[in-house]
């Protein structure tokens, strides 16, 4: 079945780590591509967006994310988490000709102060 | 904006008792999204609505659950009878077209029903 998948269920980290979170899927075509974060007890923000143009795509917080269009792939990265990165991570996806979004399982990461 | 408004933030209920679920979408988005999330699995669409129209329900878990959008700034989620295993977070999020391709643009989720069924 056509899906997304996220590598990672739990990462752990200490602060200043660098985090790279991976995200797959599995639809031919254009795609639009979402990196939503969830802070404990919140709903999901956006953190950043890719439609077309330049595959490496800057959001909010210092996060950046790229896109790679061989590897159906659309990797979140930061080069020193904090503390107060600690929350879940969903990749999404709006597959070809569709108008619905279709979310990853979510990856949960811990930062240790 | 407001942004999207879920009411109400809590709601706990016994087994058998009729929940509604009510949200407000953002002024000017015509697609309207019904999520729900629970640890074990995950964030799941349950329906989407354009233009007030459902488009895909195939989310909803069973003919106890519901849906109905009568305007475009109102939407229901109904479960009716609510059992234990419907316990989870609501989540309601709207939008509109803003993406490449005349796709859909960003999500906007408001701040979730936190349903505990006894």
């Known amino acids: 079945a056509q899906s997304v998948s996220q590598h990672n269920h739990h990462v752990i980290l200490s602060e200043a780590a660098s985090l790279e979170l991976g995200c797959n899927y599995s639809y031919g075509g254009t795609v639009n591509l979402f990196w939503y974060v969830q802070y404990p007890g919140q709903h999901l923000q956006l953190l950043l967006k890719y439609f077309s143009g330049d595959p490496l795509v800057k959001g909010i917080k210092g996060f950046e994310a790229e896109f790679i269009k061989s590897k159906f792939s659309f990797n979140l990265r930061k080069p020193s988490v904090q503390w107060s990165d600690t929350a879940e991570y969903f990749c999404a996806v709006i597959p070809p000709r569709r108008q619905n979004f279709v979310f990853g399982p979510g990856t949960r990461l811990s930062v240790l102060p | 904006d407001a942004g999207v408004i879920q009411s109400p933030r809590h709601e706990v209920t016994e087994m058998g008792q009729e929940v509604t679920l009510r949200c407000k979408p953002i002024?000017?988005?015509?697609?309207l999204f019904w999520y729900r999330q629970t640890m074990m699995r995950g964030l799941e669409l349950l329906i989407y609505?354009?233009?007030?129209?459902?488009?895909?329900d195939s989310g909803m878990p069973e003919d106890r659950f519901s849906a109905k959008m009568p305007n475009a700034s109102f939407s229901t989620l109904k479960i009716q009878p609510s059992e234990p295993r419907d316990s989870a977070v609501y989540f309601c999020?709207?939008?509109?077209?803003?993406?490449?391709?005349?796709?859909?643009?960003?999500?906007?989720f408001g701040e979730g029903s936190r349903l505990t069924v006894l």
């Open positions: 999020a709207s939008t509109s077209l803003g993406g490449t391709s005349g796709s859909i643009g960003e999500l906007f």
């Open positions: 609505f354009n233009n007030n129209v459902p488009i895909d």
């Open positions: 002024s000017g988005h015509d697609y």
